[in-house]
């Protein structure tokens, strides 16, 4: 029979599991190192990497993850780095190199489990697991609220939004006396705040003072003023410097506002002065609790009448706000006393005094108790708005009364003919009140309690949402609307228990809902409200084995669903790796199957598969799911897995990013498990622990090919191979080692007749080497094309080879 001509083109996927001699025209069934050219098929070798920093973190300590951020108002931009227990922040944005040295210590102390991170407004929240998580608000971030006090009116004057919207046109004026007061609130201890000022600034000599809130009283913070000019306060734009005090705690300020607030007064009268924006300065820190600034009803009123003994119910005449229903607090004593419940521990209550039916004798509140499980305890700090302007009569005008709740140890108990148990506080007075007054309305403001240790965050529908609650962990946990610090009120708390009691273990933002997943069971949470998101079982079998290996792809995949290519979001569980578009889960890796299975020695050691982690690259539409000593590729947009790749220097954790202002690209980037940071898909050469160039070693090796292109009942005639041909892209240099293997040798034999193959074809674009050989007796055989050269780049788009076919079946 006449030497027959064939085309293999290399249009198939990789295949690492199914038998070489089972696998289909255009597939192969090993290779390294290589990804496809295009959809429609080729292979090349995948790109090296650039070390972003030379020397190694922390003594060469393994980087435990990666993660990026940049305000979305001042545009400062920051990437970190988990190693050691630390968080670092590089000196160098991406795509810059750090240099030498990766960047600085942010002064924390996190955990050894890799952490997730989100951004929520402003601020940058971490949780890993070690504790309360963490917020930051990058270099200068926005005040939080800004007030200033009247005294001549007695009121407090909200120009928060001027000062925070960065709008250069909306802007704030004040004119301050001696006696008034510019309050500044941030969401955490703060060191300094700068002032943007306008056209109108102060020109008299006027000093300022700042001072923040510690034990109950304001404290002077010694600050430096970088506003001032000739003595003159305020007269330039400028920061007001402090030493930081870890003692500054919160207080309430302005009526519903919580935070640590910072006063400002001045030595005399300012010119009228024009604010634009102020910004803060606060490190890194674990997130504060706070108090959303909404009040709720309390669960109970009494008045102890000590003339009668009695208490008389009043809970009725305060929850429904109106003046016709009241407590009758009238020629009060001082051994009588108002009792309030609260469904929380409480920081404040806001009392409701009917018009005309006011308190002005002189009498002031001068002692707030809770009940502390076995004696009431008295509060500190009290700061009461009831009062006149005298001031030295409470109960004289609607107002609040708070005071220093952390300090609150309250417990809950039974009050007398009271069944339903709560948080009491009885409020006192230090001498008779008038004989007509009425307490019509009364509200609290719930204490904050410290937040617990989280493992996870993630940002949706504008509100921080935490996992693994020490004491629900089958719920999440969300924050207020826009206020990832608070955590205290009614538009906070748990989600509905999501499945059993097992805790969760990750959640994902996917399109307009949240992929929640457990060890065995994964559900999708539906809805605007997170107080009443429906939770839509996906899967009680499949569940999640690593959580950092979520990923979502935001990028259509043509398996997910029939009708249209879909998102999804690709996971690791223990058998293999799964995708979903938020219908079912599908198993993606049975190609790569061997790497699972147990049935294989390659697959992943048990110890080791709770702690994988993976990447994407939206550039290249891939998932990197990073092994100990190797990368499974999948491309998500083809849905197919390429051959395993390896690195000269493993990789343990990755991140997609995208570059600071003026490069705005995505970028990818891994680490290593000593210290090392790289910039990935951007050099031809891996690099070594010493910043050394080194090849990538690539090649492919094709199916079993047998006389019978395709798989059919046509038997396997015994042939000899005369020659092979290999569709390459020309490069300036570089031969193409090529290898036969007959009859699925386990070893292959080099082929260099006349001589190796070469990718140099001068004013060509392609080339198409020939290599001749007389293999005989051959049922099945295979090539394999490989490169090991620095900065060769093997493309290979197909192989043509020549048989002479036997008249026979077998050897």
């Known amino acids: 029979m006449a030497n027959q001509p064939f085309k293999e083109p290399f249009v198939g996927k990789y295949d690492g599991v199914t038998p070489a001699t089972m696998l289909g025209v255009g597939q192969i069934s090993d290779g390294l190192n290589v990804r496809k050219v295009s959809p429609l098929g080729g292979w090349k070798v995948r790109k090296g990497c650039t ?12 980087i435990k993850s990666l993660h990026q951020y940049t305000n979305p108002k001042q545009s400062d931009y920051h990437f970190i780095a988990q ?10 944005d991406p795509p810059t190199a750090s240099g030498a040295g990766f960047g600085t210590d942010m002064g924390l102390t996190v955990g050894t489990t890799p952490g997730f991170s989100c951004v929520v407004g402003e601020h940058w929240i971490y949780a890993d697991g070690s504790g309360v998580p963490i917020i930051w608000g990058g270099n200068t971030p926005y005040v939080f609220a800004c007030l200033y006090y009247d005294n001549s009116a007695d009121i407090y004057r909200d120009i928060s939004r001027e000062v925070t919207d960065g709008d250069n046109n909306n802007t704030a004026t004040v004119t301050l006396a001696a006696s008034d007061k510019l309050y500044i609130v941030i969401n955490e201890i703060a060191e300094s705040v700068t002032l943007n000022l306008g056209s109108s600034v102060n020109n008299n000599v006027v000093t300022v003072t700042l001072k923040s809130w510690q034990a109950g009283a304001w404290s002077d913070r010694s600050a430096a003023d970088g506003t001032a000019s000739g003595g003159a306060s305020l007269a330039v734009d400028g920061s007001i410097t402090w ?12 009526g519903s506002i919580m935070g640590y607030v910072y006063e400002l007064s001045f030595s005399g009268l300012l010119d009228a002065v024009e604010i634009i924006s102020i910004k803060c300065s606060v490190d890194p820190t674990n997130i504060t609790n706070k108090w959303n600034g909404q009040f709720d009803y309390v669960a109970g009123a009494r ?22 229903l009241y407590i009758d607090m009238s020629d009060a004593t001082t051994s009588d006393f108002l009792y309030l419940k609260t469904y929380a521990p409480a920081t404040a209550f806001y009392l409701g005094i009917a018009t005309d039916y006011v308190n002005d004798a002189n009498a002031q509140i001068d002692n707030i108790e809770h009940w502390g499980g076995d004696a009431w305890v008295a509060g500190t700090g009290i700061v009461d708005r009831t009062l006149d302007d005298t001031p030295d009569s409470s109960f004289n005008q609607t107002g609040m009364v708070s005071w220093d709740g952390t300090r609150d140890s309250a417990k809950m108990s039974l009050l007398e003919g009271d069944p339903i148990p709560g948080y009491w506080y009885r409020i006192s007075w230090d001498a008779s009140l008038a004989s007509d007054v009425r307490l019509y309305f009364a509200a609290y403001a719930t204490f904050p309690k410290a937040l617990p240790a989280y493992k996870g965050c993630v940002e949706f529908k504008n509100r921080l949402i935490l996992w693994g609650d020490p004491e629900f962990p089958n719920r999440l946990r969300f924050s207020a609307e826009n206020r990832p610090d608070c955590f205290s009120g009614g538009d906070s708390g748990y989600t509905t228990p999501v499945g059993g009691a ?9 399109y307009n809902e949240l992929f929640v997943f457990k060890e065995n069971s994964i559900f999708l949470l539906e809805g605007e409200d997170p107080r009443t998101l429906g939770a839509l079982l996906v899967s009680n079998t499949v569940g999640l084995a690593s959580p950092n290996t979520v990923r979502v792809a935001e990028v259509g995949t043509p398996g997910a669903h029939a009708d249209e290519p879909l998102s999804v979001c690709l996971w690791q569980d223990t058998d293999g790796v799964y995708y979903s578009d938020g219908r079912k889960p599908r198993k993606i890796s049975m190609p790569v199957d061997h790497f699972f299975n147990t049935e294989y020695t390659t697959a992943i050691p048990a110890a080791s598969i709770k702690t994988r982690q993976a990447f994407v690259d939206q550039m290249n539409n891939e998932y990197h799911l990073l092994l100990p000593t190797s990368e499974l590729v999948f491309n998500y947009a083809t849905d197919e897995w ?29 680490a290593s498990g000593a210290g090392l940071i790289f910039r990935l898909e951007n050099d031809a050469t891996d690099k070594a622990t010493s910043n050394a160039d080194v090849a990538i070693s690539h090649k492919i090796k ?16 015994s042939f000899t191979l005369r020659k092979v041909w290999a569709e390459l892209k020309t490069r300036a240099a570089g031969n193409i080692t090529t290898k036969t293997f007959k009859n699925m040798a386990t070893s292959g034999t080099t082929q260099s ?4 193959m070469s990718m140099v074809k001068s004013g060509y674009s392609v080339t198409t080497p020939r290599l001749t050989m007389s293999i005989e007796g051959c049922n099945y055989f295979q090539v394999e094309f490989s490169l090991g050269t620095a900065d060769q780049e093997m493309e290979i788009r197909k192989m043509q080879y020549e048989l002479d076919v036997r008249g026979s079946i077998g050897a």
């Open 51 to 62: 070390m972003h920093n030379q020397t190694p973190l922390e003594s060469s300590a393994a």
């Open 83 to 92: 190693v050691n227990s630390k968080l670092y922040n590089s000196s160098g």
């Open 502 to 510: 097992d805790e969760i273990l990750c959640a994902v933002k996917f």
């Open 303 to 324: 008045f102890y009448d000590q003339s009668s003994g009695e208490y008389d119910e009043g809970f009725g005449k305060v929850t429904n706000e109106a003046t016709s």
């Open 753 to 756: 007749s006349p001589s190796a």
């Open 702 to 717: 094709t199916r079993a090919i047998s006389s019978e292109q395709e798989i059919s009942t046509s038997p396997d005639f």
């Open 243 to 254: 030493t930081r005090s870890s003692s500054d705690t919160m207080r309430m300020i302005g």
């Open 642 to 670: 390429y051959p395993p790749w390896e690195r000269e220097v493993d990789l343990v954790t990755g991140l997609l990013l995208r570059g600071t202002s003026g490069d705005n690209r995505y970028h990818t980037y891994g």
